[in-house]
């Protein structure tokens, strides 16, 4: 487990490194905001791309194999990254670093499964939480600091000693805790997950460049080939004897309602963590820094409470936390759609905190709660469901938003008497951010109204 979670926390630390960089970056490397996002969205379309796979995958080779040829292909990645000559080079580093992502996520999550009986899964998925949550939210402080007083090619170098360490420490002392079987693989099964994921989210993500938005074919063309493409997958997963993703695992209600409420939840997630970088710096002048500092506080205390959760979901289930946590959700989501320029930065503090605590209530219990209901042999499926469906909806979810942003800004600035002063730029910031705030809203009511279905899960009989 050392040794997964070693691997797992700096490769999925990547997923959010970079976001407090953003606005440095565009002027460095020369590209728009909606282009550049792509650091972010092709992170996650990759890893939602070979996730699928990695059921498969795990059935295949052993856990060393898996997750030592994982760890060396996110350290190549990082390498490619650390010293890219301009932005198709960081971007290639960047897609290599998400294919050993995408392949390591399942393989600790499995590995949970085969290890700990039921009762005992809370507290370990909690200590799992402490890496697939608290990486992702301490990216944009870490980054911070680092950018204070060195360039953005350090986010890599600095990553690379750990990521070669854990290369060496699995190889020594990681063990295999599941034999391959080698189920026959269908082609056909991956071409379509392939095409399915990934062109659901290239549209979403181009959907905010500017080149006439959902209207036009590149954007709803890609979105409509996705869903076709998406089920036809399904069809052909219900007819295969050993397919790809057993989308069997579906007829678990537990585990399906946490499935949506988890997909719900990453949005929000991803989509906040990427828009208060740009609301810090472009409408409260902030440094790179301060950003950094005030986004700690909040990351830090969602590390800790994780495991913490886990224990309590163990011994109360997952009502007595997701209820609350999504209650309370609401309520913080609300009072972002209020902020303006003027909020002071303890009262963002104030509120990034409640946030992540509330964050750490309902992911990880509920996502223990889903896959404790599963059979044994629906292990590898279920968690490379919600692992696919919860990275495309991190991707999405930042595509959305930014493009909602960057609409509220475009269409403020339309109407501005001087849209070259610094206070209407940042008033136009802040309108952007408020659209985008208002959707985070909605989508926190709706995973309260969800989280009310939920009940606590025994391992069901095939």
């Not at 080779?61 to 198709?88: H, K, N, W």
């Not at 009762?119 to 600091?145: D, N, Q």
């Not at 990880?364 to 629906?378: F, I, V």
């Not at 292990?379 to 991707?395: D, E, F, S, W």
Request: glycine share 10%; charged share 10%.
């Amino acid at each position: 487990m050392i040794s997964l979670i070693i691997g797992a926390f700096f490769s999925i630390l990547n997923e959010t490194l970079l976001n407090i960089a953003f606005p440095q970056l565009m002027v460095e490397l020369k590209v728009s905001a909606s282009t550049l996002q792509w650091l972010a969205t092709g992170y996650m379309l990759v890893v939602g791309v070979l996730v699928p796979a990695s059921a498969l995958l795990v059935q295949w080779f052993t856990t060393r194999q898996m997750f030592l040829g994982a760890m060396t292909l996110f350290t190549v990645g990082t390498l490619v990254c650390a010293i890219a000559p301009g932005f198709e080079f960081l971007l290639t580093g960047r897609l290599l670093q998400a294919a050993g992502t995408g392949l390591m996520l399942p393989v600790m999550m499995n590995t949970i499964l085969v290890l700990y009986p039921p009762e005992k899964r809370g507290a370990a998925m909690g200590t799992i939480g402490l890496v697939i949550m608290f990486a992702p939210a301490i990216g944009p402080t870490l980054s911070g600091l680092i950018l204070e007083s060195l360039q953005w090619r350090w986010l890599f170098f600095m990553v690379l000693p750990f990521a070669v360490f854990s290369v060496v420490f699995a190889f020594i002392y990681l063990k295999n805790v599941s034999q391959p079987t080698k189920p026959k693989v269908d082609v056909l099964s991956i071409i379509l997950s392939t095409i399915g994921f990934g062109g659901i989210v290239y549209g979403f993500s181009s959907s905010g460049e500017g080149h006439g938005g959902w209207t036009s074919p590149e954007v709803y063309g890609t979105v409509i080939v996705g869903g076709i493409a998406l089920l036809l997958f399904v069809f052909r997963q219900l007819k295969v004897k050993e397919p790809l993703m057993d989308l069997r695992a579906f007829k678990f209600p537990m585990f399906s309602l946490t499935t949506i409420l988890l997909i719900i939840m990453m949005m929000t997630l991803f989509s906040t963590m990427s828009l208060l970088p740009f609301l810090f710096q472009g409408a409260l002048g902030l440094t790179v820094f301060a950003s950094g500092l005030l986004m700690l506080p909040g990351s830090l205390l969602n590390g800790l409470i994780s495991p913490i959760t886990g224990k309590l979901f163990d011994k109360f289930g997952p009502r007595a936390l997701v209820i609350p946590g999504s209650a309370f959700l609401v309520i913080i989501m609300w009072f972002f759609t209020q902020v303006t320029a003027e909020t002071t930065k303890t009262t963002f503090l104030i509120l990034h905190i409640c946030m992540m605590v509330s964050i750490s209530m309902i992911m990880m219990p509920a996502q223990t709660n889903g896959l404790n209901q599963l059979p044994p042999r629906y292990y590898p499926h279920g968690t490379a469901i919600l692992n696919t469906l919860q990275q495309v909806a991190g991707a999405i979810g930042v595509a959305l938003f930014i493009g909602v942003m960057s609409s509220g800004q475009r269409k403020f600035l339309e109407t501005s008497t001087d849209p070259t002063s610094p206070a209407q730029m940042a008033q136009a910031m802040v309108s952007g951010v408020h659209n985008a705030f208002m959707i985070g809203l909605g989508f926190a009511v709706l995973a309260f109204l969800l989280a009310l279905f939920l009940k606590r899960t025994q391992s069901a009989k095939e």
